[in-house]
């Protein structure tokens, strides 16, 4: 089990976070003009990098998103923090 650290609650076990999107994906706009092949790309796939990524985390319990940097070989987590740089 890791113990994640949410920038609002501090420490908590895993199982109270969900993996949300990668960080710095950026929807395509304008919608109306976005083909449904870059829209099924967009939504399925993912970089899936190895080794290290920032990703957006979901803390089910406090409800806040937030940016987590870690190692994908590791699992080792570099940094959390708030969404938009701010503190809590």
Excluded: Q
């Excluded at 609650?9 to 990668?22: I, K, S, V, Y």
């Excluded at 395509?28 to 993912?46: G, I, Q």
């Excluded at 940097?69 to 699992?75: E, G, I, M, P, V």
């Amino acid at each position: 089990m890791h113990i994640f650290s949410c920038p609002y609650c501090g420490p908590r076990d895993e199982t109270e976070f969900h993996f949300a999107l990668e960080s710095g994906k950026h929807r395509p706009e304008p919608a109306a003009a976005v083909s449904n092949v870059d829209w099924a790309h967009y939504l399925h796939f993912k970089r899936n990098p190895k080794g290290e990524t920032s990703e957006v985390w979901l803390h089910l319990t406090c409800g806040e998103y937030f940016v987590m940097r870690r190692d994908t070989l590791s699992h080792d987590v570099h940094e959390t923090r708030c969404l938009h740089g701010g503190r809590p």
